[in-house]
Each structure stands twice: as structure tokens, then as C-alpha cells.
């Protein structure tokens, strides 16, 4: 017994190694890389189930590096947090989202993510307003999506960046909800547009009983502050009939669209009968 314990903790200190010599490999790899060109976004939308219309679609962060091919924004954007270039990957990518957006209908908005580094420094997102205030789009076609950890971590700052962001007209949307620590405490303290209920509620809701029951009360309580309520890793029709009967409008996951490139959104939406 004491020889296979020890082979355990052996185990898991090399796993540990790894993971941290591959996030410093991350680290010094995204220190040279070239934002501009080996960043883009893909794009996944968010349906009206009613009138099965795009109401926006969601930017997603890819990194096609040179060195280490592609690397999943779930490995990226924390080591881009942690080693300070955040902001500025941020600010280069909206950049391009904004392009995009451009482009749309004027009735299809813009979803873009924002990490907790970016919505804790007044000065990004002043930097932020102003290339919306530069870019010319109704900042009303514009909604950032923030996880409830952010705005746990600096209640008063992250409330502060929301506000101006809100006296702009830009909508908010708290992602991921009900993953984490329960913020139903807070939920009504900030100025919040909508919620995303968080992928892992959704994967067994047609199965499992408690799911649906929790579901249900996310969207009584969307119902009650008068935000919109937008499910997130709709895979399954079984799950979206579930999903609509429980009162969801908006929805997102592969069902409809995995995220795709910029190029193929104009046809995404002639389907639609949105052009
Ligand atoms: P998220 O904001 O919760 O984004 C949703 C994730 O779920 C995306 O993964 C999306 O591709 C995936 N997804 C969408 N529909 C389905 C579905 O039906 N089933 C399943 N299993 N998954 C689905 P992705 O693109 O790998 O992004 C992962 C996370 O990385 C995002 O989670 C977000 O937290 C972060 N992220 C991505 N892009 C950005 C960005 O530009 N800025 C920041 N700060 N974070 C980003
Ligand atoms: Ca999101
Ligand atoms: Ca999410
Ligand atoms: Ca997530």
C-alpha cells in the first residue's frame, strides 16, 4: 500500500510538471507572438427559438500559433491574464469584432467575452468605449459577457466598469451562471441585461429532474429582475423542446451552429432569411 501511494504522488507531481512547464511554454510563446496575425475569432450564434432568427453571435478567441499549432482559449486566456497581456488581446481582438459587426444587419448584435483583468482596470475599458464610440455602431448591438468569478473577485471595481459601460448603452450579460460560488446575492446589485446559464445545467436536462427544476428557477428569476435569460450548449433537439418548455427563448450550442469563421456568418444568415 505504502509503494502505490508513493507511485501516486510521484505521478501526480510529474502531471503537475507538465502542466506548469506547458504554461510557461504558453507564457514565453504568447510574449513573442504576433497578436494581430495569429489571433482571430470565430463566431457562434445565439437563436430567437420563436422566431428562429440570429439575435447575435458570440466571438470566440483562436490561437493558430506557429510554434505550438492551435492552443484552446481555456489554456490561452488564463496565461494571458496572469502574465499582464490580457488587455491587450483583448483590445486587439474586439478591435476585429467591431470590424465584423460592421458588416452585420443592424438587427444581429455583437457577444464578446471579457475577463476579469479587463473589467478591473477603468482604463481598458475606457480604451474599449472608445473604439466603439470611434467605430460608429450603435452601442446598443453590443453585449459583454462577463463570468460570475469577475465580478465576484472586485464587486465594487467591476461594478464601477459596469456602470459605465451601461451609461453608454452597452448591454451586459453575466456568463456562466450558476457555476461557481451562488451569486444570487449579488445578481440584483449589478446592472446586468442578461444571464447565461452555464453549459453544465443544460447537458442532462432532458434526463434528470433536479436539472430541470434548476433551470426552471434561473428563469423564474430572469423573469423576476427583467433580464433575458440565453441557454448555452444546446446540443440535442430533446434538450431545446425541454429548454422551451421551461419558458427559454434564447439559445446557443451546436444544435444550431458550432463557432465559425468570419467568412461563412453572411451565409449562416441568408439561411435565416437575414441579410
Ligand atoms: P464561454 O464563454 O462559456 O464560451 C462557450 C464555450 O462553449 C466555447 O468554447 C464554445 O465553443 C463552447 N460551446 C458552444 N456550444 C457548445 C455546445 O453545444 N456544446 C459544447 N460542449 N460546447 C459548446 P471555446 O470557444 O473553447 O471557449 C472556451 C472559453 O474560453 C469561453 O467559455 C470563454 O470563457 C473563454 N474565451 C473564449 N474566447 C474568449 C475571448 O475572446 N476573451 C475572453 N476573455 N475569454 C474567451
Ligand atoms: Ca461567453
Ligand atoms: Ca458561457
Ligand atoms: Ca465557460
Not at 252 to 271: I, N, T
Request: charged letters at 20%; hydrophobic letters at 45%.
Amino acid at each position: 500500500a505504502k509503494s502505490h501511494h508513493r507511485g501516486t504522488a510521484i505521478l501526480f507531481t510529474a502531471q503537475h510538471e507538465t502542466d506548469l512547464r506547458s504554461q510557461s511554454l504558453i507564457e514565453q510563446t504568447l510574449r513573442h507572438a504576433d497578436l494581430e496575425a495569429e489571433f482571430e475569432l470565430v463566431y457562434q450564434p445565439i437563436m430567437d427559438v420563436t422566431s428562429t432568427k440570429v439575435v447575435a453571435f458570440e466571438a470566440l478567441a483562436r490561437w493558430d500559433s506557429p510554434h505550438l499549432g492551435r492552443v484552446s482559449p481555456m489554456d490561452f486566456i488564463p496565461v494571458a491574464e496572469r502574465s499582464g497581456l490580457i488587455q491587450e488581446l483583448t483590445r486587439s481582438l474586439f478591435a476585429k469584432a467591431l470590424s465584423a459587426l460592421e458588416g452585420w444587419p443592424e438587427d444581429v448584435a455583437l457577444s464578446f467575452n471579457l475577463s476579469t483583468c479587463d473589467i478591473a482596470a477603468p482604463a481598458a475599458m475606457a480604451q474599449m468605449a472608445g473604439l466603439i464610440t470611434s467605430s460608429g455602431v450603435r452601442p446598443e448591438r453590443i453585449l459583454f459577457e462577463v463570468t460570475e468569478t469577475a465580478l465576484m473577485r472586485d464587486c465594487a471595481d467591476a461594478r464601477q466598469s459596469l456602470m459605465s459601460l451601461k451609461a453608454l448603452n452597452i448591454a451586459i450579460a453575466i456568463d456562466d451562471f450558476g457555476n461557481g460560488y451562488s451569486s444570487l446575492s449579488y445578481v440584483h446589485k449589478l446592472p446586468l441585461d442578461k444571464l447565461k446559464i452555464d453549459r453544465s445545467f443544460i447537458a442532462d436536462v432532458a434526463t434528470d429532474q433536479a436539472c430541470r427544476d434548476i433551470v426552471r428557477s434561473i428563469v423564474d428569476l430572469c423573469r423576476n429582475l427583467r433580464i433575458a435569460c440565453i441557454v448555452e450548449g444546446v446540443e440535442t433537439q430533446e434538450q431545446m423542446l425541454v429548454l422551451r418548455s421551461l419558458g427559454c427563448l434564447f439559445m446557443q450550442g451546436y444544435l444550431f451552429s458550432r463557432p465559425m469563421p468570419l467568412a461563412e456568418v453572411a451565409a449562416f444568415l441568408k439561411a435565416c432569411d437575414q441579410s
